[in-house]
T-cell receptor
């Protein structure tokens, strides 16, 4: 059974720091991996989608990498800001499913001014 | 575009009551799905649909019913609410559920069953 793990569960950093969030998955037969952001009491916002054939995707200060063979993805946030404070969720669409997401439990990020 | 909309935002039910959570999207997406989010459990798939008239079960389907009569709407029905169904429910959609498709989520419905 595909499982997705995110470490750490919570992270607190000072403003301006570069940081890395980690995601690992047990079955490398995935179609894609997505990173989402969730603000308290809100829905999920898609940040980046990496297809299984890709190694990384970038959007502004965010860079996500994918290493399918080792079952790992990282989300790099450059020059963090207090507005980046949120929970970041990693999810995979695994082989044989039709867009069904398997989620990690998230990393709660707090960026202190 | 309004994106994915969900109603109601909050709901309190008594054990045994039934209700329908509404989900609609205006992006002409074929794929729609329902997730529940519980503390310590993360998000889990309840039901999904790959097009009008086609639905299937996810990881935690028991106690829930769905139907998809139009492309736009994908309601989730609780047949006889139980306290274990207290959760936050999210609806999501994507173009076709394909490998390149970003998934869009609604704002959620927070349900409490007493």
């Amino acid at each position: 059974k595909q499982e997705v793990t995110q470490i750490p569960a919570a992270l607190s950093v000072p403003e301006g720091e570069n940081l890395v969030l980690n995601c690992s998955f047990t079955d490398s037969a995935i179609y894609n991996l997505q990173w989402f952001r969730q603000d308290p009491g809100k829905g999920l916002t898609s940040l980046l989608l990496i297809q299984s054939s890709q190694r990384e995707q970038t959007s502004g200060r965010l860079n996500a990498s994918l290493d399918k063979s080792s079952g790992r993805s990282t989300l790099y946030i450059a020059a963090s800001q207090p507005g980046d404070s949120a929970t970041y969720l990693c999810a995979v669409v695994y082989g044989g499913s039709q867009g069904n997401l398997i989620f990690g439990k998230g990393t709660k990020l707090s960026v202190k001014p | 575009n309004a994106g994915v909309t969900q109603t109601p935002k909050f709901q309190v039910l008594k054990t045994g009551q039934s209700m329908t959570l509404q989900c609609a999207q205006d992006m002409n997406h074929e794929y729609m799905s329902w997730y529940r989010q519980d503390p310590g459990m993360g998000l889990r798939l309840i039901h999904y649909s790959v097009g009008a008239g086609i639905t299937d079960q996810g990881e935690v389907p028991n106690g829930y019913n769905v139907s998809r009569s139009t492309t736009e709407d994908f309601p989730l029905r609780l047949l006889s609410a139980a306290p274990s169904q207290t959760s936050v429910y999210f609806c999501a959609s994507s173009l076709s559920g394909g490998h390149t498709d970003t998934q869009y989520f609604g704002p959620g419905t927070r349900l409490t069953v007493l």
